[in-house]
T-cell receptor, first 115, second 112 residues
């Protein structure tokens, strides 16, 4: 079975550029999460969708970050404009949703470097 | 105080040793607890869920202590391949909210 798919796996961009990260959750999972991981701050939840609807975006650092989930099989996280402090690994995760298990399954991550 | 706290380590143990990690959580209403394993430059992968009665999976045993608000992970007969960072995760909010809060991880190195 395909797990969570993320693209690109690596992204190097210059400060001020727009960055778009993509995620395809596990088929049948109704909940999707975007995380950011750095050495300093660990794994932080940015935003959580349930049935394609954003439920909790309190972790989104600022207005430069936005996320969408236009359908059950696709989500994007956009940073515009990007800054060097956005350099991190961004993970997407999904879980069953509803009355299902709360276990989350992570994609391989996108390693973002902003110069 | 952080919601979920772990000793960052590193724990350096010889092969065959038994090692235990604890993870404390601050919200007594927390429910659903998990241990994840994260290898260097990889994504976190679910290792095991933690049940109220405790559970075992081969060399790994997870336990929950609600009174003291911590979960533990015990690894017996440790292998070189167990070297990784171990993250605990807690579903802290009641009801249908599905967010997990992760600890910062405990780094384990098993030495030959």
């Amino acid at each position: 079975d395909a797990g969570v798919i993320q693209s690109p796996r690596h992204e190097v961009t210059e400060m001020g550029q727009e960055v778009t990260l993509r995620c395809k959750p596990i088929s049948g999972h109704n909940s999707l999460f975007w995380y950011r991981q750095t050495m300093m701050r660990g794994l932080e939840l940015l935003i959580y969708f349930n049935n394609n609807v954003p439920i909790d975006d309190s972790g989104m650092p600022e207005d430069r970050f936005s996320a969408k989930m236009p359908n059950a099989s696709f989500s994007t996280l956009k940073i515009q404009p990007s800054e060097p402090r956005d350099s991190a690994v961004y993970f997407c995760a999904s879980s069953e949703g509803g009355a299902g298990s709360y276990e989350q399954y992570f994609g391989p991550g996108t390693r973002l470097t902003v110069t | 105080r952080k919601e979920v706290e772990q000793d960052p380590g590193p724990f350096n143990v010889p092969e065959g040793a038994t090692v235990a990690f604890n993870c404390t959580y601050s919200n007594s209403a927390s429910q659903s607890f998990f241990w994840y394993r994260q290898d260097c430059r990889k994504e976190p992968k679910l290792l095991m869920s933690v049940y109220s009665s405790g559970n075992e999976d081969g060399r790994f045993t997870a336990q929950l202590n609600r009174a003291s608000q911590y979960i533990s992970l015990l690894i017996r007969d440790s292998k070189l391949s167990d070297s990784a960072t171990y993250l605990c995760a807690v579903k802290r909010t009641p009801g249908s909210a599905r967010q997990l809060t992760f600890g910062s991880g405990t780094q384990l190195t098993v030495l030959p």
